[in-house]
T-cell receptor, first 125, second 116 residues
């Protein structure tokens, strides 16, 4: 069964350093996402990406963050100058469609399910 | 206002018993989807079940069922015949069709412990 993969599984970095988190979405998926989960807290949306550009982003996704699809398979999240509060689990997700898959254009369906990767645990020291 | 509210930070259930995990949501979008994910201690997010706002029947997937009460804006997850492997965090999530596009809103989660 196809799955989203993420590397590395755990990244430790010094405050102020740049990190790049890598994701390989499911091959026929068109929409890509990054979420983060600070330890013990809920999962928070960061950004969605479609057709080589950001389609939505949250307030968390400030100028320190950027996303890129450098080739046909990888999807990356870059944090330019990490802060202590960036320590979290970062999840990549992908979906086939945005919100109108599966027939009736007014309805969401499980066709729009987002498949999550296993996460990268980022620790900023 | 919170889009997704999970009021049970922790739940315990005896093995082989059923358990209900609560989830309420807030949206003005006429079309939305509700999802439940399981997060074991290893950290990955595992999709369990989906309910669309237009679905007439409650969703079921094996031992998981979703008690969808649209008027009350609740989407509780019912796990029947609990197993030790069900011990994990459970997150309720919602996606709106029109209001906010594609992102998922997650609740704060419920930690379920299955007691042998």
């Amino acid at each position: 069964e196809p799955e989203v993969t993420q590397t590395p599984s755990h990244q430790v970095t010094q405050m102020g350093q740049e990190v790049i988190l890598r994701c390989v979405p499911i091959s026929n998926h068109l929409y890509f996402y990054w979420y983060r989960q600070i330890l013990g807290q809920k999962v928070e949306f960061l950004v969605s990406f479609y057709n080589n550009e950001i389609s939505e982003k949250s307030e968390i996704f400030d100028d320190q963050f950027s996303v890129e699809r450098p080739d046909g398979s990888n999807f990356t999240l870059k944090i330019r100058s990490t802060k202590l509060e960036d320590s979290a689990m970062y999840f990549c997700a992908s979906s086939v469609a945005r919100g109108s898959g599966g027939g009736d254009s007014g309805r969401l369906s499980s066709y729009n399910e987002q498949f999550f990767g296993p996460g990268t645990r980022l620790t900023v020291l | 206002a919170q889009k997704i509210t999970q009021t049970q930070p922790g739940m315990f259930v005896q093995e082989k018993e059923a358990v209900t995990l609560d989830c309420t949501y807030d949206t003005s979008d006429p079309s939305y989807g509700l999802f439940w994910y399981k997060q074991p201690s290893s950290g990955e997010m595992i999709f369990l079940i989906y309910q669309g706002s237009y679905d007439q029947q409650n969703a079921t997937e094996g031992r998981y069922s979703l008690n969808f009460q649209k008027a009350r804006k609740s989407a509780n997850l019912v796990i029947s015949a609990s197993q030790l492997g069900d011990s994990a965090m459970y997150f309720c999530a919602m996606r709106e069709r029109y209001n906010t596009g594609n992102q998922f809103y997650f609740g704060t989660g419920t930690s379920l412990t299955v007691i042998p």
